[in-house]
């Protein structure tokens, strides 16, 4: 009967143990300061490829103050796993107006969005521009200017796009389009219209939750390696989740207290586990991140909260995980920074 009790007491803690979710802990020395006078603007974006080198993407936009005694750091500024930065490209006449998320793809390509443009662009690693899909300052509305009527169904035009992400096994281009329009688009390797799905919630979608119907931002978008299409509603307080043809499988709620009008839904990474069990969210509404677990759907945790000093967020708006599964979370608006959060060893 003891030998029974003890192995009982074992396989319960063992359980335990593997249903245990990761914790984070803030790295203060990370990244290392900036080269001489560069200084950020708001961070559009952080994404990691296959070697952990971190990139973020920097809209520039620095106030008058700053720029009497600093310069705004280049668009794209690459770091090395100690902060290091390790290279930085960008001309600003040809990047999407304020740039917007960023992710590699399975050749460590980096692609980029701009919200307050009409362009998802694909950069070479060292970065060489090598492909463009829409035209830049011409968005998908009934006239091509910004202002213009929605129409949500261009095959050449896109609207303030936020993000874009490649599949690996068909070189398809995933785009969250995004700001003005309310959609998924997808593209081919060579940037060729194939497909979209999506649309903007009327009052009774947006209560009755419907699949496929956006409540305002299409925000991110990111797939796991199981081929499915994770995208933020943002302010549905939402991740939807679909198959590569844009059925809806499953959503996975991003509960909040208090509601406002930035919602809850900002941005996706994935654990880097070969099953990526845990999903991540960065809840840029209440400031803080989600650990989920991503069959469920649940939220196991939280951490952060709305502040300026090291671990808090202002206006916390993308994240991205290395191969180690620490967590890397940009800023925009007043924080403009990227921090590191490690994962804390069990």
């Known amino acids: ?20 979710e990761p914790s984070f802990e803030v790295d203060p020395s990370w990244p290392r300061p900036l080269p001489e006078r560069w200084i950020n603007g708001q961070i559009g974006g ?3 490829d296959s070697h952990d080198h971190i990139v973020i993407v920097d809209r520039r936009n620095i106030t008058e103050e700053e720029a009497e005694t600093n310069v705004p750091a280049p668009t794209f500024v690459m770091f090395d796993l100690e902060g290091n930065v390790v290279d930085s490209w ?3 006449d040809v990047v999407p107006a304020g740039v917007h998320g960023c992710s590699f793809d399975a050749d460590d390509n980096v692609w980029i969005a701009g919200n307050q443009d009409a362009v998802v662009q694909k950069y070479s690693h060292d970065g060489e521009m090598l492909l463009q899909i829409g035209t830049r300052g011409l968005f998908d509305t009934d006239d091509g200017t910004i202002d213009g009527a929605l129409t949500n169904e261009s095959r050449e035009r896109l609207h303030r796009p936020s993000g874009a992400v490649v599949d690996p096994e068909t070189g398809e281009v995933f785009i969250a389009d995004g700001y003005g329009n309310k959609r998924i688009v997808v593209f081919d390797a060579d940037g060729q219209y194939l497909r979209q799905w ?8 947006r209560e009755a939750r419907t699949p496929g119907t956006f409540t305002e931002v299409v925000h991110c978008i990111e797939m796991s390696r199981d081929g499915l299409v994770h995208v933020c509603d943002r302010q549905g307080d939402r991740v939807q989740v679909f198959d590569r043809m844009g059925e809806h499988v499953r959503d996975i709620h991003i509960p909040t207290e208090r509601p406002n009008a930035r ?6 990474a994935f654990s880097p586990d070969d099953a990526q069990q845990y999903l991540y969210v960065m809840n840029g509404g209440q400031e803080r991140v989600h650990v989920i677990d991503r ?25 991205a995980t290395d191969s180690a599964g620490n967590l ?19």
């Open 90 to 92: 960008g001309d600003s």
């Open 328 to 346: 890397y979370v940009a800023e925009t608006n007043f924080g403009r920074r990227v921090q590191r959060f490690l994962l804390v060893p069990e």
């Open 295 to 319: 069959e469920s759907g649940e939220t196991l945790s939280t951490f952060g909260r709305p502040g300026h000093y090291i671990g808090n967020f202002t206006h916390g708006h993308t994240i």
């Open 1 to 20: 009967m003891r030998q029974a009790t003890i192995f009982v007491m074992f396989a319960a803690a063992a359980c335990l143990t593997a249903r245990a």
């Open 198 to 205: 999506g649309h903007l919630a009327n009052a009774g979608e």
């Open 46 to 48: 952080v994404c990691v």
């Open 263 to 268: 919602g809850t839904a900002w941005w996706v």
